[in-house]
């Protein structure tokens, strides 16, 4: 059934709304009205779509009247059941709701259903001075803010001004992670170099069929993306994708959990349960750090490869599954075989396919790459405006050995994401890594002994286009060369 709104205020000299549906109206740059009250601003406010809920309707014409200058475009209601209507099917970038209409708990309410069904717009209460102590509440049910009456409409205007302009920058955040998802990510893999290319390369060919799939590599290096990857883009992604870590657990817990277990199998088992295997049968199960498994669990860790027969404990019944498994290691698992920590014959069956995932330190070229996407992913959780970062701070990273890895680099960048001041230099970069600097270069020095000038001169090339981000005018400048001279290295030696 077709539902006609009610209500419709006069905004700009033109009826706001009269129709089925509440379009979202895209945010859009329009001049700040300066006011006598407060000085002129550089900057432009967002003009964005905003629901007002007050009950007093010569109140509501005001607020209105008031967001017309800077073009916002209003919606009025006067009650919490008009409220509800519109916030459910409508589509809102700032909310501005009385505090106290029909009950004390009015604006409340509408706070409630605004983070229902409109969980990316921002919601300011007006509220008498009685009131601040619950409006002050609200703050921390999700208010943007709050403003007492009688209003100051200057800066009534300019608070809705910096709602919508926090709505403007989060909508920009979520769409720049996207743009770098799509640019740079694979499953969630960034990196362009020849060693990720690889590692891509053979998720797409392993994926499709049930091989067992062994993803090896050091702590950090992102083996549980790669173990995602293989399931989302394989026959089962619609099946359940089950994790299971068999680090620091004992051999009995370790076999509940995996096999389940049947009523009476020990004490406090009350009740049949399915185990992991049986519980993501048809889909895939990665078993993480598979070198930490006890030798006791191995060998019926291994019929379940064989044959997806699960036994659960306290029982003799043969149950058949049908998972896909993947699991991950960074320990030496052929060295645990000669040592007889893991048995030949498992490690051959979990080593049907293996994607070796590389070190940071590896993969040099990615390091940009990951830093930019790190800096747009936490500025968009964090609704802060995207910070630059100098090229000396950015060579700090490259040069850095990065034993944590990637895990390590984020939780770097994290850091002086939050630290910086609108742009990441050297002075945000952590001590450690800005010290180390000096040893990596005389130990990188150490190893050109021997190389041919040929290389050393490409391998110069390539890491200054990686630590630059491709930008050519940036790398001729930094490696002392002019832009047609490096033009020409990049097609002798066969760079992009």
Same mark, same amino acid.
């Given at each position: 059934?077709?539902?006609?709104?009610?209500?419709?205020?006069?905004?700009?000299?033109?009826?706001?709304?009269?129709?089925?549906?509440?379009?979202?109206?895209?945010?859009?740059?329009?001049?700040?009205?300066?006011?006598?009250?407060?000085?002129?601003? =550089?900057?432009?406010?967002?003009?964005?779509?905003?629901?007002?809920?007050?009950?007093?309707?010569?109140?509501?014409?005001?607020?209105?009247?008031?967001?017309?200058?800077?073009?916002?475009?209003?919606?009025?209601?006067?009650?919490?059941?008009?409220?509800?209507?519109?916030?459910?099917?409508?589509?809102? =970038?700032?909310?501005?709701?009385?505090?106290?209409?029909?009950?004390?708990?009015?604006?409340?309410?509408?706070?409630?259903?605004?983070?229902?069904?409109?969980?990316? #717009?921002?919601?300011?209460?007006?509220?008498?001075?009685?009131?601040?102590?619950?409006?002050?509440?609200?703050?921390?049910?999700?208010?943007?803010?709050?403003?007492?009456?009688?209003?100051?409409?200057?800066?009534?205007?300019?608070?809705?001004?910096?709602?919508?302009?926090?709505?403007?920058?989060?909508?920009?955040?979520?769409?720049?992670?996207?743009?770098?998802?799509?640019?740079?990510?694979?499953?969630?893999?960034?990196?362009?170099?020849?060693?990720?290319?690889?590692?891509?390369?053979?998720?797409?060919?392993?994926?499709?069929?049930?091989?067992?799939?062994?993803?090896?590599?050091?702590?950090?290096?992102?083996?549980?993306?790669?173990?995602?990857?293989?399931?989302?883009?394989?026959?089962?992604?619609?099946?359940?994708?089950?994790?299971?870590?068999?680090?620091?657990?004992?051999?009995?817990?370790?076999?509940?959990?995996?096999?389940?277990?049947?009523?009476? !199998?020990?004490?406090?088992?009350?009740?049949?349960?399915?185990?992991?295997?049986?519980? !993501?049968?048809?889909?895939?199960?990665?078993?993480?750090?598979?070198?930490?498994?006890?030798?006791?669990?191995?060998?019926?860790?291994?019929?379940?490869?064989?044959?997806?027969?699960?036994?659960?404990?306290?029982?003799?019944?043969?149950?058949?599954?049908?998972?896909?498994?993947?699991?991950?290691?960074?320990?030496?698992?052929?060295?645990?075989?000669?040592?007889?920590?893991?048995?030949?014959?498992?490690?051959?069956?979990?080593?049907?396919?293996?994607?070796?995932?590389?070190?940071?330190?590896?993969?040099?070229?990615?390091?940009?790459?990951?830093?930019?996407?790190?800096?747009?992913?936490?500025?968009?959780?964090?609704?802060?405006?995207?910070?630059?970062?100098?090229?000396? !701070?950015?060579?700090?990273?490259?040069?850095?050995?990065?034993?944590?890895?990637?895990?390590?680099?984020?939780?770097?960048?994290?850091?002086?994401?939050?630290?910086? =001041?609108?742009?990441?230099?050297?002075?945000?970069?952590?001590?450690?890594?800005?010290?180390?600097?000096?040893?990596?270069?005389? #130990?990188?020095?150490?190893?050109?002994?021997?190389?041919?000038?040929?290389?050393?001169?490409?391998?110069?090339?390539?890491?200054?286009? #990686?630590?630059?981000?491709?930008?050519?005018?940036?790398?001729?400048?930094?490696?002392?060369?002019?832009?047609?001279?490096?033009?020409?290295?990049?097609?002798?030696?066969?760079?992009?």
């Amino acid at each position: 059934m077709v539902l006609f709104y009610r209500s419709i205020a006069r905004c700009q000299g033109k009826i706001l709304r009269s129709r089925t549906m509440a379009p979202h109206i895209t945010l859009r740059r329009g001049p700040l009205v300066a006011t006598p009250s407060q000085p002129p601003s =550089d900057r432009s406010a967002p003009s964005a779509q905003v629901l007002i809920v007050e009950d007093e309707h010569d109140h509501a014409e005001v607020m209105a009247d008031a967001l017309r200058k800077p073009g916002h475009v209003c919606t009025i209601v006067h009650g919490l059941e008009e409220a509800s209507e519109e916030l459910l099917h409508g589509s809102f =970038d700032v909310i501005v709701t009385d505090l106290v209409m029909e009950s004390a708990t009015s604006g409340l309410e509408v706070l409630k259903l605004a983070g229902e069904h409109q969980p990316g #717009a921002e919601t300011i209460m007006v509220t008498a001075h009685g009131d601040v102590p619950t409006a002050k509440a609200a703050l921390q049910g999700g208010a943007y803010d709050f403003i007492e009456k009688p209003l100051d409409l200057p800066v009534f205007r300019n608070l809705v001004g910096r709602a919508a302009e926090t709505v403007l920058l989060r909508t920009q955040n979520e769409q720049l992670r996207g743009e770098v998802d799509a640019a740079y990510g694979f499953e969630g893999i960034i990196g362009e170099s020849a060693a990720i290319r690889k590692v891509i390369d053979q998720i797409r060919k392993v994926a499709p069929s049930t091989i067992p799939v062994l993803v090896s590599g050091e702590s950090g290096t992102g083996k549980e993306l790669v173990a995602a990857a293989v399931h989302n883009i394989s026959k089962r992604a619609l099946r359940k994708y089950v994790t299971f870590n068999a680090a620091g657990q004992s051999e009995s817990l370790l076999e509940d959990q995996l096999f389940g277990h049947v009523r009476g !199998a020990f004490t406090g088992a009350d009740k049949d349960r399915q185990g992991v295997f049986e519980y !993501a049968d048809g889909g895939t199960v990665f078993l993480d750090e598979i070198g930490d498994m006890p030798l006791g669990m191995q060998p019926k860790l291994l019929r379940v490869l064989e044959n997806g027969d699960v036994i659960r404990l306290g029982s003799n019944d043969s149950r058949r599954t049908d998972v896909r498994f993947v699991s991950a290691t960074n320990r030496d698992l052929k060295a645990m075989v000669e040592s007889g920590e893991f048995r030949d014959d498992l490690f051959f069956r979990v080593r049907g396919a293996e994607i070796h995932v590389p070190a940071l330190r590896e993969r040099r070229e990615d390091i940009p790459l990951l830093v930019n996407h790190a800096i747009g992913r936490y500025a968009a959780d964090m609704d802060i405006d995207r910070p630059g970062i100098t090229q000396p !701070a950015m060579m700090r990273l490259v040069s850095y050995a990065w034993p944590g890895n990637v895990r390590e680099l984020f939780n770097v960048v994290h850091a002086m994401v939050v630290i910086s =001041d609108g742009e990441i230099t050297v002075r945000d970069v952590p001590e450690e890594i800005r010290e180390s600097e000096h040893d990596e270069e005389h #130990a990188s020095m150490r190893g050109l002994a021997g190389v041919g000038l040929d290389r050393l001169e490409k391998e110069a090339i390539r890491q200054t286009l #990686a630590m630059t981000n491709g930008n050519r005018e940036q790398t001729a400048k930094l490696l002392g060369i002019g832009e047609r001279t490096l033009y020409r290295k990049l097609k002798e030696y066969g760079l992009r």
